[in-house]
């Protein structure tokens, strides 16, 4: 087989001027976003800052029961439904919505100030492969390098400054959040350091409810024992003099750098949220102070090459799992803005592939929230949408290339998420359905929170939709599917498993056929049109729904008949059910329909495919295995059209590879990677009708920038050249399933298959001509079926098919 593909090696020519020009860095913990301007500045962020309080939830759970809000209500909220009385359905949901989720926080900016930089032969290179920025330039003549990084093996980034001859600078911290105290000092030995506690609000809004009290900090909201603190710390180390101004207001110290060839910083922060996070007692401030100072100041005056080689090391590890190669480039790095301007997407899809990877490496890692909408970079006080996790869609995408790229263990922040949205969403469950089980809505946050948002004003579209858990459930399928650990399945994705099963069993409702569908009933985000003119939002049993419900008692049954010792009663309630559940039905024009009577979409582009979800991420519909049901995806995906934002974009892709629709898929793929031509700062309608496309700095954006489109994107590129079978002869992996005529050779390493395979492979003229499966799991020798234009061939797991085409000529 040809070697391993290239590093891909990311550069940019001037310090960014703005946020989306900055470059990101991250450990899962800590983010930073280097702009590379002459304060060196770096945005910074805490993956465990955000507004509110462990126990929000429940207290917003206890309102909306004070409001009315029960069983008693529902069984009203399914009579309206039954009458098409819309009005009266809208008015009793929304007595159902408790406040907004919560919000992602930045925690402020490090300053690394040299003046002023020559920005002629400015470089800022970003290495995906090893996960470091390096700049140079000339400052007043001398050359200089600065690195920057964050170690997740060290926990803190860092910023190295090397200059070939002596330079001054000035180091400041600073945070928008309310600071509480603020530290400094030098040692006798010259290290220096600064330190802020800051406090982030116990309560927030989102920015599109401008009449909502944007913060409400801790003197003025309710008492609940938790201190909403946090501590950022920095320690500078260098060759040269240093010297601490004293502080003029809160913040406001800084160290004065002087005569220095070389300087080290290390930035850590240390909060009780995370330690909320990571089930550890909650400290006093001043402890919270003097773990972050004391951790600075150990990396700080560590060896620097020492500390970069170990985090290269272990970012290699990660990042090196999986690779692609279409074009064939040089080995120089990529030129974003030529990259941007020439629209090659061969190239561009290799970027793309590299980047998602990257940037989920960086913003999750076990024993923090996980990626958010934002991943875990976020320089707002009142972020799009608040920052947080909307899970009819954008968490999950975050997640699709973990276990598909060879990334299993980035995927274990959402497992513990969906622990905490559990347990608040059994509460949920019981006081406002009576159901079994436990519930999730439309957003959550790293509380846990279960209810639906919308404070009571919302828009049912979206605000109400208690499908949540049950497509967080997929996730948890997968952990199994790709990592096949029978002790994980046992002890943490069953009983999961089981509580999501227990609510879908008690949502479900018989219909005047007998069959089992749902009622009240929403495609996230979307309106119905009856034949009669009338339009809603609220019906019963759209196809997501049922999808969704299926698929999870099907995987419950299955997780059980695995590791054994579940309830049986509820398994039997299971196997029951399931005959029972409505199919889905095919319109007479040969689209899926979304919702359960014959009511047509209100806006036939919609950007969401809620009632595609069994075609993608779900395997209910399958080209070879329900052939009437694909052809009605694709005339669904057909009528849709192209575009919208860069989560739409990577569902349609990914949808189109698992079609065999390759050429399409391209289309889509130089669709999302466009430059995006408006102002990035100003968000654009939320319906789509504004397209987006990428930033300068390869962030994908509506606007606003959700880096859901950056991770679904890689994902969906996986899914174009490699399938997702189980290598079994009624579910092969599939080579190249969508490759387009354009993309004739090239080579991918790593992708998983959800037997726990990882696959290597080349091709040429689009023909597969190399091989190589790798067992990733421990699960010892095995034959794997893999096919290619409707052939198959049995490869042992572990063997190398190399030379000539593996399947002959094309039939």
């Given at each position: ?11 940019w020519?001037?310090?960014?001027a703005?946020?989306g ?7 899962g ?5 280097v ?7 770096i945005g ?5 800052l955000?507004?509110?309080t462990?126990?929000?939830?429940r ?8 409001g009315?809000a ?9 009579d ?5 009385d ?11 919505e ?10 402020g900016?490090l300053h690394?100030?040299l003046g ?9 290179v ?12 000339l400052?007043d ?8 990084w ?10 190295e400054?090397?200059a070939?001859?002596p ?23 010259g290290?220096?350091?600064l ?10 809004a989102?920015?599109h409810e401008?009449?909502a009290?944007a ?7 309710p008492?609940s024992?938790f ?8 320690a ?5 003099a240093?010297?601490?101004?004293p502080?003029e207001?809160?913040g ?11 300087v ?6 240390e ?5 909320w996070?990571r ?6 401030r001043?402890?919270l102070v003097a773990?972050?100072v004391?951790?600075?100041?150990e ?13 290269e ?7 090196g799992?999986?690779?692609?190669e279409?074009?064939a480039?040089?080995?120089g ?5 030529a990259?941007?301007?020439d629209a090659?997407d061969q190239a ?5 592939y ?5 940037l ?8 923090s929230?996980?990626a958010?909408?934002q ?10 949408w608040?920052?947080?996790?909307t899970?009819?869609?954008?968490t999950q995408?975050?997640y ?8 299993g ?11 905490r949205?559990?347990g ?5 469950a ?8 436990w519930v ?6 790293p509380?846990?929170?279960?209810l639906p ?11 109400f ?11 948890l399928?997968?952990?199994?599917e790709?990592?096949r ?17 227990a609510?879908?069993l008690?949502?479900?409702v ?12 929403t ?6 049109l009856r ?10 049993s ?6 969704l419900?299926?698929a999870?008692l ?5 997780a ?5 010792g ?7 309630e299971i196997?029951?059910?399931l005959?029972?559940i ?8 040969g689209?899926?329909?979304?919702w359960g ?21 779900l ?27 860069g989560?739409?974009?990577?569902w ?5 590879a ?5 050429d399409v898929a391209?289309?889509?793929?130089r ?11 100003l ?26 489109g950056n ?7 996986a ?19 969508a ?29 597969p ?9 421990g699960?010892?020798?095995r ?7 409707g052939q198959?061939r049995?490869?042992?797991?572990g ?8 399947f002959?000529?094309?039939s």
């Open positions: 087989m040809s070697a391993a593909p290239r590093p891909v090696r990311l550069r020519t001037a310090p960014a703005r946020w020009e900055a470059t990101p860095v991250g450990n913990e800590i983010g930073g976003m702009l590379g301007d002459a304060r060196g500045r910074l962020n805490d993956a465990s955000w507004s509110g462990p126990d929000g939830p207290r917003a759970l206890d309102a909306v029961v004070a009315g029960g069983p008693e209500r529902l069984a009203q909220v399914r309206a439904v039954a009458r098409h819309d009005d009266e359905t809208e008015r009793l949901l929304r007595t159902f408790g406040p907004w989720s919560q919000e992602f926080l930045p925690l900016d690394l100030d002023r930089i020559d920005a002629a032969g400015y470089e800022r970003l290495d995906l492969s090893s996960a470091v920025v390096d700049e140079t330039f400052l003549g001398v050359p200089v390098r600065r690195s920057t964050v170690s997740a093996a060290d926990g803190a980034l860092l910023v400054l090397v070939d001859a330079v001054s600078a000035v180091v400041r911290l600073r945070s928008p959040l309310r600071v509480a105290g603020s530290d400094a000092g030098v040692s006798d030995g290290l220096a350091h330190s802020l506690l800051v406090e982030t609000p116990v309560d927030g989102p920015s401008p009449d009290v913060h409400v900090w801790r003197e003025d909201g008492g024992g201190d909403p603190a946090a501590a950022v710390a920095v500078v180390h260098s060759d040269g240093a010297t601490v101004v502080a207001d809160a406001a110290h800084k160290v004065v750098i002087t005569g220095a060839h070389r080290l910083l290390a930035v850590t922060s909060t009780n949220a995370r330690r996070w089930h550890e007692p909650q400290a006093p001043a402890e773990h972050a004391r951790r600075a100041r990396v700080a005056t560590s060896d620097a090459g020492a500390l970069r080689a170990r985090h090391a272990a970012a290699r590890e990660l990042l799992r999986s690779g692609l279409l074009d480039p040089d080995d790095p990529v030129d974003v803005a990259l941007l301007a090659d561009l899809a290799r970027v793309i590299a980047y998602g990877r990257y989920l490496v960086s913003s999750s890692q076990p024993g929230p996980p958010n909408l991943g875990i970079w976020n320089a707002s006080m009142r972020p799009p608040s920052s947080n996790y899970i009819n869609i954008n995408m975050n699709w290339l973990a276990e598909r790229t060879g990334l263990e980035l995927h274990e922040p959402l497992l513990d998420l969906i622990e949205v559990a608040e969403g059994r509460a949920v019981g006081a406002l359905y009576g159901a079994r089980g999730a809505h439309h957003n959550t946050d509380w846990g929170y279960a948002v919308g404070a009571g004003h919302s828009p049912t579209s979206w605000a939709w208690p499908m949540g858990g049950l497509w967080l459930a997929d996730h399928w997968q952990r199994w790709y990592g650990d029978r002790d994980e399945l046992a002890g943490r994705v069953l009983p999961l498993l089981l509580g999501a099963s609510f879908a008690d949502w479900l018989t219909g005047a056929d007998g069959t089992l569908g749902t009622s009240p009933s495609s996230p985000e979307n309106f119905f034949a009669d003119g009338t339009s809603g939002a609220v019906g019963a759209s196809a997501m729904d049922l999808s419900i299926r999870t099907e995987r419950t049954l299955a059980a008949e695995a590791v054994g579940a309830d049986a009663a509820l398994l039997d196997r029951a059910a005959p029972r409505a199919p889905l039905r095919v319109a007479d024009d689209t899926l329909y979304e009577d014959d009511s047509g979409s209100l806006e036939p582009h919609h950007r969401h495919l809620s009632h595609l979800i069994g075609l993608h991420p395997h209910a519909i399958d080209v070879e295995r329900t052939p009437e049901l694909a052809d009605a995806a694709r005339r669904t995906l057909d009528a849709r059209g192209p575009g919208a934002m989560w739409s974009w990577s349609k892709i990914a949808m189109r698992r079609l065999g629709d390759g391209r289309d889509l793929l669709e999302a990677t466009t430059p995006y031509p408006g102002d990035p700062d968000d654009a309608p939320p319906d789509g009708s504004e397209w987006g496309g990428l930033l300068p700095n390869l962030f994908s954006t509506h606007p606003p920038f959700q880096i859901d991770f679904g994107l890689a994902a969906a590129i899914e174009m050249l490699v399938g997702t079978g189980e290598g079994t002869s009624e579910s092969p992996v599939r080579l190249l399933p490759l387009p005529a354009a993309w004739p050779d090239g080579r991918i390493t790593g992708v998983r298959t959800r037997g726990g395979v990882a696959v290597d492979l080349d091709w040429r003229g689009g023909r001509v190399a091989l190589r499966l790798h067992d990733v799991v699960a010892g020798p034959d794997v079926v893999v096919s290619f234009a198959t049995t490869v042992p797991v063997s190398a098919v190399d030379g000539g085409d593996l002959g000529e094309a």
